[in-house]
């Protein structure tokens, strides 16, 4: 005999994953130029978060582009797709309670304004690494500048591809003045202000 | 004058993540026909592992179709895209740390398939849910199968569309002979004879 399904009526709430994780749920969204430093300064906030017992995670190029969207190329529809796509993606797991942190060139405005859309006002922050185009082609972690200089890669972001600074982002990041530790304090005092975690709180590292 | 970045050599890891939540991340991956189950008995696995302090997630047709997926439809073809995203989006999920739970028909051997292969051996938990095809049309909790009858659904799984059941999952679970708690008891079960969760645990959830 087949017994009913009893449909369930609580159902786990992103309140919920976010109380058991001691934290405020949100997308810390870095945009800037390719070599701005979004990766590393992401890297070292994480770092930071998960010293002090929150839950985090992040996406850049390294987990994303060779997964999920490794179907999209580089032409402007592809890269709007892109973005899309880690918006929706965010939401979950912001919805799972995660300080969800994303590194993405994001070259334009109205991309990163439909992921905000997505979010309730105060759960997307926005910062703006800036880095002036000279220092990022200089760095070049990637070599990628190099080969848009010798044309072998068109429509790359700050040469013949466009970049919007954002008008009016939560933070504004000067590597020109800041190193990537500095940087990702001055993120994380954010978080702190804005009540999104809480300072002086026990690790929830495993003492085991 | 701009400052050298230095690029961390520590990076948080998937392990570094998994052990500050005390849990072995996985992906516990539900397939079975519309109506049978899955996303009720994934809500009770879901509760059951909150309230053990654990962190899970749930993906469903609820917050994928509308969101990531928006953009498929029901076409083989998008069908396919539609668990391929899930896959890999399932693995950063896996990868932040997180038991995740996966709550969708998934028609297709090969599909399930090119999912499992994202994954380490033991990772991915294949969960048959077993419910004949007569009783899930009987249910009709969306009202799907009359649609499918009246011919305003076509290629629906089970009806005109394929769908081709797991032949060596990690568990079947037959909703003929158990009711949605008793289902995801033996799922949890499966999770602490495999150590991807511990028993007694101290909860972790905040005494504030």
Redesign the interface.
Known sequence: ????????T???SKS??A????QRPCLVWFTGLSGS?KS?IA??L??RL?EG?Y???I?DGD??RY??NKDLGLSNEDRRENIR?IG??S???V????ITICAFISPFTEDRRQVRALFKAGEFIEIYIK??LA?CEK?DPKGLYKKARRGEITNFTGMDGIYEPPQSPELVVD??T????ECAQIIFDYLLRHELITANRIS???SA
Not at 19 to 22: I, V
Not at 95 to 98: E, I, K, N
Not at 178 to 181: A, T, V
């Open positions: 005999m087949t017994k009913n399904i009893t449909i369930h609580h159902k786990i919920d994953r109380s058991q994780k001691n430093g590393t890297g070292a994480d770092e998960f017992g839950h985090g995670y996406m987990n994303v997964g999920l796509r929706e993606m939401r979950l797991f919805d799972a309670g995660l880095t002036p220092v760095r590597t020109a800041m190193n990537p530790d929830s590292l495993p």
